[in-house]
């Protein structure tokens, strides 16, 4: 199949493997039809189809580095599609259309000091960055992680934060805003900006690489502003309701003053300087 067929017509894939890796979020693993690879970017998406049920954009999640030709999503159970999947059983089918989308810039990030910033399920685009990196990690300066959830019970990738932890060529805080009485926790109890005044950052050369809930931007933002990161070494994954992937419905186009994006396919992943003037960017 051509690569622009399969943006538009979905290809069948399997479910190879699953498992719950956080409150209403499993972790699958997928093969497309005929072992092809799926030849995504980190930071890519695709568009996940259920039978009778319908579509929804999901971040693929593993690094392209890693465990080819399958690749993995981290879905969380939040309405129709996603509740779907989540139902189905090891070896049904799925379609998906893509990958789309434009990720992040890794010819840019290389030879840089990288900050990582992820906030709940942000950590799904960005852990497909974060393996790419580590996997090539002499192609890379610094690496700074930062990892916030709401509660322990909602950190994912347990094994891999644990490895970022016991690693001495990676600087990683992960912290909680609430941790109950009864939960052993070892990291940090706040908001994740909090942790960022702990972070080395050079102005000339840290790259920091932001994706969360919509509500942690501005704030991170401002963080980062205090420690006067141009906005230019400022990378965002954005999230909006999409439809088509493609660029063409105007589902999740942002307005400028004299410009509009689509965040399917100018982003997902979008510089902070040139959508920070978009009202609706943020
Ligand atoms: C680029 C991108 C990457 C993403 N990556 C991931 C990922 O890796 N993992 C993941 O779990 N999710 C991801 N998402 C989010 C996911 O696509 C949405 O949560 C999607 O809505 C799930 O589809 P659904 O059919 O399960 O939920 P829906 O049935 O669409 O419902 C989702 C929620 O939205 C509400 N809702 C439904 N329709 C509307 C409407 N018209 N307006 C406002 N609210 C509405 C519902 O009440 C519900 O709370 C991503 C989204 C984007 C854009
Ligand atoms: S989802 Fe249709 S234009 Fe972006």
Sequence with gaps: MSPDKSLYEPRQARIIGEREIATDTKLFELELENGERLGQDPGQF????IAGVGEA??????SPTRGLPSFELCVRAVGNV????????IGKNVG???????GFPIDELRDRDLLFIAGGLGIAPLRSLINYVLDRRDEFNEINILYGCKRPCEQMFEDEVDNWARRQDIYHESTVDFCPDEVVWDGNIG???ELIPGVDIDLDNTYAVICGPP?????VIEELDKKELPHDQIYLSLERRMKCG?????HCQ?????????????????????????????
Excluded at 96 to 102: A, K, S, T, V
């Design 46 to 49: 695709i568009e996940l189809s």
């Design 57 to 62: 954009p999901i971040s693929v999640t593993s």
């Design 82 to 89: 996603t509740n779907a999947l989540h139902e189905m059983e």
């Design 96 to 102: 998906i259309r893509g990958p789309f989308g434009e």
């Design 191 to 193: 908001v994740i900006t």
């Design 215 to 219: 509500v942690m931007y501005r704030f």
């Design 246 to 250: 493609l660029g063409k419905c105007g």
């Design 254 to 282: 942002i307005n400028g003053a004299d410009e509009e994006l689509y965040v399917c396919q100018d982003g997902p992943v979008f510089n902070y300087k040139r959508v920070k003037g978009f009202e609706e960017a943020i």
